[in-house]
């Protein structure tokens, strides 16, 4: 390896790189070590997350675990189950936080997503979904952090909106969301026509959209 | 299963309602189809809203404990502590790392970066390639020039690329890794950059001698070498 240049015939001046016209190397400011995040936006924690900031993920696990746990609890009924799906999950935002950052899509769209997949994978290997439902107590923990008083708002929009959801498009999305089922399964399960589960869980998605956006909300967790 | 049919998936992927075998072919179909794509996101959007109907405990603070740990212990792919500790990367928690994410694979996320699915999963092949090779104690590392980094190869003259702060590719355009016997530079595999460190694994051995370099070159790659050369080394 030592005086490689002198031995090696040819070799080439990289010339792009030694005229400074460098698409390579742009500086990146070391993260800040840590504190306080609390000013941040969902993306940039992302985004410091993408650079290998390990207190970012830590923050935004904070803001989506209650979430994140709740959710995959609901899905799995197993506490263990569902421990291991939020693990997991936020294991892959550690890990492609960076591929992530190129999109435009909202960052709780992308972690509650990897949750929802994790655990509905898991759900259908383990086939619990039969399974009577656990009984999971709302609140175990005494006072509320910010973050949950903000997620408590953002959930008193979502249901309120899904009250205005006719009840054949809201029963399809819950079965299918929540209950991990496939939609042949739901077809099954409703006694309807595969085509009709479709057009209900897609009717319904878009209408859910709507009815959200006319509600305000927003499934950013950051300070505003 | 037609196209048509396809399109009709869009709202029971977004809920993940599809079977595997019906995920697999929708997100092979998103690929090649713009409106899916776009409507996904959106569907997407609400569908994950409804997380937020559900009123769950607190997860325990064990959780917490055991994800961190697990985060301080694997460092992204993408920022394997290579000078902290020469090559001594702990390869099965890096793989498996890699295969977690893997295994939670993003529908569009991961598309638009890679343009196919296809292409997306053999990255993380190619990236559990690359890891495999910086984390051999046997492997030798020889210094870039142009870049921050290392060309890595191992005994057996695989060989992966190391570097730092590169930044992504732009639109359109695609690194290209050659190597260079002294014939003519033969491409090595295409990378996109960007993130703190890019590791990436050479898609042909590296004999003594040769020349592995980086250019520049439109997406989906070149057989042979247009862009000038950004950097590279030369491996012993």
């Not at chain 1, 935002?93 to 992308?110: C, G, H, N, Q, Y």
């Not at chain 1, 496939?182 to 085509?195: D, F, I, M």
């Amino acid at each position: 390896m030592q005086n490689r240049r002198s031995t090696m015939p040819h070799e080439p001046e990289f010339p792009a790189a030694a005229r400074g016209n460098t698409v390579v190397a742009l500086p990146i400011p070391p993260p800040p070590s840590s504190g306080p995040f609390n000013h941040l936006s969902d993306e940039a924690l992302v985004a410091l997350v993408a650079r290998g900031d390990d207190d970012a993920l830590a923050a935004l696990y904070d803001r989506f675990s209650r979430v994140a746990y709740g959710l995959a609890l609901r899905i799995l009924r197993d506490r263990a189950l569902a421990e291991d799906a939020v693990q997991e999950a936020f294991l892959a935002v550690w890990r492609t936080a960076d591929r992530f950052l190129i999109e435009r899509a909202k960052p709780s769209t992308w972690i509650l997503t990897l949750v929802h997949r994790r655990s509905v994978d898991l759900v259908r290997r383990e086939e619990r979904r039969r399974a009577d439902p656990i009984e999971v107590a709302p609140h175990e923990s005494g006072a509320e952090t910010a973050d949950e008083v903000e997620v408590r708002a953002e959930r008193r929009i979502v249901q309120h909106a899904l009250t205005r959801l006719p009840a054949d498009q809201r029963e399809a999305l819950e079965l299918a969301y929540y209950g991990g089922l496939t939609q042949t399964e739901l077809a099954e399960r409703l006694g309807q026509p595969l085509g009709t589960i479709k057009s209900r869980m897609f009717t319904g998605l878009r209408r859910l959209r709507e009815l959200l956006a006319e509600e305000g909300f927003e499934a950013e967790l950051s300070r505003r | 299963m037609n196209v048509s049919d396809l399109h009709d998936l869009v709202a029971a992927h977004a809920l993940d309602a599809l079977e595997l075998r019906e995920r697999e072919l929708f997100e092979r179909h998103l690929v090649t189809c713009d409106r899916c794509r776009g409507e996904l996101e959106t569907l997407q959007e609400a569908a994950s809203a409804l997380a937020f109907d559900v009123e769950g405990p607190t997860p325990p603070p064990e959780l917490r404990a055991r994800l961190l740990a697990r985060v301080r212990e694997q460092q992204p792919a993408s920022v394997v502590p290579l000078a902290r500790r020469r090559w001594a990367v702990p390869a099965a928690a890096a793989l498996a790392a890699a295969a977690a994410a893997g295994a939670v694979g993003l529908g569009i996320w991961g598309l638009s970066l890679s343009r196919s699915l296809e292409s997306e999963q053999s990255a993380r092949r190619a990236e559990a390639r690359a890891l495999e090779i910086v984390s051999d104690p046997a492997a030798t590392r020889y210094p870039l020039r142009g870049a921050d980094g290392a060309i890595v190869v191992t005994p057996a003259r695989a060989a992966a690329l190391v570097v730092s702060r590169l930044a992504a590719a732009p639109s359109g355009k695609t690194y290209e890794l050659w190597v260079d016997r002294g014939d003519a530079p033969r491409p090595a595999g295409l990378f996109r950059g960007g993130g703190d460190r890019t590791i990436v694994a050479l898609e042909r051995p590296v004999p003594a001698g040769a020349l592995v370099s980086v250019s520049l070159e439109r997406a989906g790659g070149v057989d042979r070498l247009t862009g000038p050369l950004l950097f590279g080394a030369r491996a012993a």
